[in-house]
């Protein structure tokens, strides 16, 4: 009932005078329509009885009530038509705000949540919601609510027409298929929620295999995805036997109980007759306002079940949007200035951890004057990061404050400070798109003069004139068509054209050999000119320039200083730097070699 109610103001939207309009004339259809449907038996009927012989004789045909009778059962059906085609909209808007709705929310929730999610599952759930919403939509507002308003006047009618019995005899059938049905489809539905977890389980390890095709042809595991694979189809298949089993079982049921009840009434009606106190219209009227009741009662098991899968299939789309977002704006947050402003980056004594029990930065703290360049370094794991993430708000600090142009980032709104900001990664993703959607991203308003500047500035315009469509190359999945510097000088591009006051390069060269690291660098620096910037680094050789250098061991800043300070306190950026001096020297003799 819930999640039925949840979706009342999709139906009847704020500030949308039209859709209310729609839905309000759909429903005058829709009573229209049974009104009409419910009245064709009584025409049908009295035609019986009309043409029916009377002391032997042969009576003229009602040609009014033949034609009182055809018009009746168009209006019906016209109703109905008209009824669907003014929803159409209302229920297709719906579907579309709602599905709106949740991938808006998927963004706006916190980092934490996509790094625990799965991918393929995720998808599978708002996929079955949109079309569990459709389901409902359709068949509840227009199947069950007209039913049970047949229902409920055809009762009324055979009460007023014949007595208490016969109406009586069609409550308890309607109430018996009713609860029976209702019985039945409680487990069928705890079948069915065990076949959406198979199949969001199915879903993900297909995706996640093929994502990674490489790693199972380097290891020669296309046989173990395989199993995994067909062990989740397994359990969705005997799923899906018991979903099934179950559906014969309520059909059986259902198709019993709709045959007693009709014998019933048609037994009674039979005496009656007999003993001379029903012509043989009403015989027809009441067989026929049975058989039109029991036919939309016999989909109902159907529709029943459809919109009891859709449920289930919504109330996972549902769950989506209870997830709370972890970052928020607080009320009345101040918009950081697009212009104008410095960009000086200051962390005071912050903490955090990912888990309560377990914190990553324990009392960092450093500026990173406006305009300068400030290298963090450090074994892995020190939280080098995390401190990225925190900036970009990600996540928020448990202790201490983190500060652009002296105002603390939570009481900034995300937009403004995210604009302000721009990044660079180490694994960069690029969008199954083309090379100049790719590089546009960072600003879609952008025109193509302004892209071609950006590519020329991060060195890639020329590689990008080389390819046979240009700019509209596609990159494929995750950018797997390019090369690991292409990708990066794509990247580059993209953040140049944000144009960002603060610049984060996290380790965004580490994964490149070293004549496309320089060339990397090259660009790198012309992005950070007159830019604030934080470069996270694994290769101590990119951070030599820095205006600052921070060394992160254990969450804490264990020394601080330019290059030569460093070197020059022989501690441990001295001892980091001698170690990668030497494996550099020793990869270069084995290359002589």
């Known amino acids: 009932m819930r999640t039925v109610l949840s979706l009342a103001p999709y139906l009847w939207p704020v500030g949308n005078p039209g859709a209310r309009l729609r839905v ?3 429903m005058v259809f829709m009573l229209l329509a049974k009104v009409v449907t419910v009245y064709v038996p009584v025409l049908y009927g009295r035609v019986v009885d009309a043409l029916a012989p009377a002391n032997g004789a042969m009576l003229a045909v009602p040609v009014l009530l033949l034609c009182a009778y055809g018009l009746a059962r168009i209006g019906a059906a016209g109703f109905g038509e008209l009824r669907d085609a003014l929803f159409a909209s209302v229920q297709q808007r719906a579907v579309r705000l709602l599905a ?26 708002i996929d079955r919601g949109v079309l569990g919403m459709q389901s409902v939509l359709r068949l509840a507002v227009f199947n069950v609510v007209p039913t049970a308003l047949e229902l409920v006047m055809v009762t009324v009618i055979i009460w007023q027409m014949f007595d208490w019995r016969y109406a009586a005899v069609t409550l308890i059938a309607v109430t018996a298929y009713v609860a029976y049905t209702t019985l039945l489809a409680g487990r069928r539905g705890r079948y069915r929620r065990t076949m959406n977890d198979t199949d969001n389980d199915a879903s993900t390890k297909a995706l996640d295999s093929l994502l990674n095709y490489e790693t199972v042809k380097y290891f020669n595991n296309e046989d173990h995805e395989a199993n995994r694979y067909d062990g989740a189809l397994a359990r969705y298949e005997r799923a899906a036997v018991r979903v099934q089993v179950s559906l014969n079982m309520l059909n059986l049921g259902q198709a019993a109980i709709i045959a007693i009840g009709l014998t019933a009434i048609m037994l009674m009606a039979a005496q009656d007759m007999h003993d001379g106190g029903m012509t043989i219209g009403k015989f027809v009227l009441v067989n026929t306002y049975l058989i039109q009741l029991y036919q939309p009662l016999n989909f109902l098991g159907m529709v029943y079940m459809t919109i009891k899968q859709g449920l289930v299939d919504m109330e996972q789309m549902f ?84 500060l652009v142009d002296g105002h603390d980032v939570r009481d900034m709104t995300q937009d403004s400070l995210r604009a302000a900001i721009g990044v660079v990664p180490q694994d960069t993703v690029l969008f199954n798109d083309t090379i100049r959607y790719n590089i546009g991203y960072g600003r879609p308003s952008a025109s193509q003069e302004e892209i071609e ?54 380790e965004a060269t580490s994964a490149l050999d070293t004549r496309t690291e320089q060339d990397i660098q090259t660009a790198l620096r012309a992005v950070a000119r007159d830019r604030t910037t934080l470069v996270i680094a694994h290769r101590l050789s990119t951070v030599v320039d820095a205006d600052e250098i921070i060394v992160l061991q254990d969450g804490q800043v264990a020394e601080r200083g330019n290059h030569a300070a460093l070197l020059a306190q022989d501690g441990l950026y001295a001892r980091m730097w001698m170690m990668q001096a030497a494996e550099q020297d020793e990869t270069e003799s084995t290359g002589a070699n």
């Open 453 to 506: 500047a950006a590519a020329r500035a991060a060195q890639v315009h020329d590689f990008v004139l080389r390819l046979p469509e240009g700019y509209d190359t596609r990159v494929g999945e995750r950018g797997l068509k390019l090369s690991g510097g292409e990708k990066q000088r794509v990247a580059i591009a993209r953040t140049i054209l944000k144009n960002p006051r603060i610049l984060i390069l996290d």
């Open 100 to 125: 709106l709705r949740t991938f808006r929310h998927l963004h706006a929730v916190s980092l934490r949540f996509h790094m625990d999610r799965q991918t393929g599952g995720m998808s599978r759930v």
């Open 319 to 402: 769950a989506l949007l209870k997830v709370e977002q972890e970052v928020v704006d607080r009320p009345g947050a101040m918009v950081l200035p697009a212009q104008g402003a410095a960009g000086e980056v200051r962390f005071e004594a912050v903490h955090f951890g990912y888990q309560p029990n377990r914190e990553i930065l324990k009392g960092v703290s450093f500026t990173v004057p406006a305009g300068h360049r400030l290298a963090i370094v450090g074994p892995t794991g020190a939280g080098k990061s995390t401190i990225s993430r925190l900036l970009f708000r990600f996540y928020d600090v448990t202790g201490g404050r983190v």
């Open 24 to 26: 309000v004339v759909a």
